[in-house]
């Protein structure tokens, strides 16, 4: 039985952004060491919207470093993913989980100093759950409803039951935002002047330049270190190594390997690594010729997964063979798909392809959004090509992932790094596999089946062990390529201490000086 809180009518909307406007002499000129006060990142993405609730940015985990400055989560995450209160002091079901109640925190207060409420909270919900609303994740805020407030606990009805919802609390357009503030200027108000209840409120903005933040001085947490924060939008991983040679930024990350190696060693920056939730993979859209179980397990065996990590990525990596990384609760470690060009051979040949008669398809990449993304694709083409695979790259930038996507428009093949910050199997295999949900590109009804009850089942270690058997499937089956886990490389200029994120974040409200 298929979850009937997640239908194909969840596709992603686009929302529209407007420009705020540009403080005069703001990042001007040639790049220049920071002031005091002031904390630069030069950041991997641009950001796209305001509003982290709807629209293709909302599933976007790059992004999410940004609204986290901006807005509050229902549920906060301590850096090894472990959960901590937010907005929300305490949370929960009741005995027979036919309720849920949160408590919210006195005390908060949005940018322009009034009360974070309990009608805000509802509110937030509410929206989320409206199918009309736009927001990617409608599907799982939709069962739970009927809300009554009590001072400041809240209380909802289960209209059906989410074994993750709480955890959705702490992760993608689980945000409260501004009742009162957002029905007073609208959507496209909000997206010219936003305000939240987080730590930074938004002070500038040149869309595909920068983002300029003021320490809100009514956060309810502790004070951010530094009263100034600058997001620098710089996508290309040369430059951002050029950011912090030159001054121009105080940290970055997602560069090179080799850059991270050589600029660790440089007199006044540090270099710090750790394995993030991001995991790097290769999305097969179930068209011709991936319909083909052969060609499928063939371009699975035939990557040396541990030659691109020892020399693509030197050494910062963890190869896999799930969408599930070291550390998510459906870790299966006995699962594995071997490197085996003999076997990839053997299985093109059953289905008429060789070397000197391949089969032929297009990949789709992103090139330089992650660590040698590009060439990691062009080496494993090369391995494909040994054994009887011809594929095309094809460069696309990461919203153009999304876009594509969302409409089952991917290419045969397309490079993907999935992020899931709270390490559930329905947000990793669930989400990347079932076919009614928006993030898959493989639609089989084979999938459809065996995840469809795993959505709704109460029962936890059943439910854990039906995500294992799911993963053993689709590694028998070829239905998706896993890669292997991010180590994240960050670089900062000495004098500032950073606690790396397990989910990959770089939050500057935890940045402090050393």
């Not at 590109?441 to 959505?455: F, H, M, N, T, Y």
Request: with cysteine; glycine share 10%.
């Amino acid at each position: 039985m298929v979850s009937s809180g997640l239908s194909r009518r969840s596709v992603l909307q686009l929302a529209g952004a407007a420009a705020l406007p540009l403080s005069t002499g703001m990042l001007g000129g040639p790049a220049q060491a920071a002031p005091a006060g002031t904390l630069t990142i030069a950041y991997n993405v641009n950001l796209p919207s305001f509003d982290p609730t709807v629209g293709l940015s909302a599933v976007n985990p790059t992004i999410q470093s940004i609204y986290q400055t901006i807005f509050d989560p229902y549920i906060g995450q301590a850096p090894d993913l472990s959960f901590k209160p937010g907005l929300l002091t305490k949370w929960g079901w009741n005995a027979d989980r036919t309720k849920i109640t949160l408590d919210l925190r006195k005390g908060a207060t949005w940018h322009d100093g009034s009360p974070v409420t309990p009608e805000d909270v509802v509110w937030s919900l509410q929206r989320a759950a409206d199918p009309k609303g736009g927001n990617p994740i409608q599907f799982v805020w939709s069962k739970v409803g009927n809300y009554k407030i009590d001072g400041n606990t809240i209380t909802g009805d289960v209209i059906e039951f989410e074994p993750t919802l709480f955890k959705w609390m702490a992760f993608l357009t689980g945000y409260i935002l501004p009742k009162a503030y957002f029905e007073k200027v609208g959507a496209e108000g909000f997206e010219k002047a936003p305000i939240g209840s987080g730590p930074y409120k938004v002070d500038a903005f040149e869309r595909n330049a920068f983002l300029r933040l003021k320490a809100h001085p009514g956060y309810w947490g502790p004070k951010p270190a530094f009263d100034t924060v600058v997001f620098k939008f710089v996508t290309d991983p040369t430059s951002r190594v050029a950011e912090l040679e030159s001054g121009g930024s105080d940290v970055t990350f997602e560069i090179p390997y080799e850059e991270f190696d050589r600029l660790k060693a440089k007199p006044g920056l540090v270099g710090v690594t750790k394995p993030v939730s991001d995991i790097a993979m290769i999305f097969i859209t179930d068209i011709d010729p991936m319909l083909d179980s052969n060609v499928r397990l063939a371009a699975n065996h035939a990557i040396d997964k541990k030659a691109i990590v020892e020399r693509l990525l030197k050494g910062y990596g963890v190869p896999i063979s799930t969408l599930e990384a070291p550390g998510y609760a459906a870790f299966d470690p006995s699962i594995k798909v071997a490197y085996d060009p003999g076997l990839a051979k053997s299985l093109l040949a059953k289905s008429g392809f060789s070397p000197e008669k391949p089969v032929k398809f297009t990949i789709q990449t992103t090139r330089g959004f992650k660590p040698k993304d590009y060439e990691m694709i062009q080496a494993i083409v090369g391995m494909w090509r040994k054994v009887g695979i011809e594929a095309n790259i094809e460069v696309y930038e990461i919203a153009q992932h999304f876009e594509l996507r969302a409409r089952h428009a991917l290419a045969p093949a397309a490079f993907y790094n999935w992020g899931n910050a709270i390490g559930d199997p329905s947000t990793s295999t669930g989400f990347a596999m079932f076919g009614p949900s928006p993030h898959c590109a493989w639609k089989g009804k084979d999938l459809v089946e065996r995840i469809g009850p795993l959505w709704g089942e109460k029962d936890e270690a059943k439910r854990i062990a039906g995500y294992k058997a799911v993963d053993k499937y689709i590694a028998e089956e070829g239905e998706v390529i896993p890669l292997f886990q991010y180590v994240q490389p960050i670089i900062h200029k000495k004098g500032l201490k950073i606690v790396p994120q397990a989910n990959g974040m770089i939050l500057p409200q935890l940045i402090t000086q050393a």
